[in-house]
């Protein structure tokens, strides 16, 4: 008899006794980490101010109006194998304060990856869709979208081009 397992295939005699046993070996998951080749700010209020020296990027409104954080990638050459077996990517993200919770912040792709760390204002930020891919709320100190879909539809991933993505509330 050849029964199939949870990961093994099992050969077995009439009386019961194994002659067989062939194993299957998951693949090993390997993690990825990428951080963004560019990162900056944009403020209404300041419409002509560049923000990029910046290490902490605000994208919720203050009391003098809107703000987003942008965050640009470098495109990655991955074989057509390896897109294949992408289980997740995630952009996470985390608040200057532990404590923040339940603010939830917007996510939209940038689509024009054409701007500078140290030139970017809000006059000439980069277009961006009008709706965003996601919406996620903070815990703990941390907000956390899962762009794999968006990775993965999107083609940055083999063609070594630049993506991006514009977090606002």
Partial sequence: ??????????????????????????PPIKTLHFEPIKDSMVIESQPYLDYGQYNVLQVAPDTTGKAAALFGFSGINLSTDQLAHIKSAKLI?????????????????????????????????????????????????VISYDITKYLTDLGCLSDGSQFGFRVDS
């Fill in 93 to 141: 993200l985390h608040t200057s304060d532990p404590s923040i919770t339940n603010v939830s912040a917007k996510l939209h792709t940038i689509t024009d990856n054409n701007w500078t760390e140290n030139g970017v204002t809000w006059k000439s930020a980069p277009t961006y869709t009008q709706y965003p891919i996601m919406e996620a709320a903070a815990t703990s100190g």
């Fill in 1 to 26: 008899t050849i029964t199939l397992g949870a990961n093994s295939l099992n050969v077995m005699t009439t009386d019961n006794s194994m002659i067989g046993k062939v194993s299957f070996i998951e």
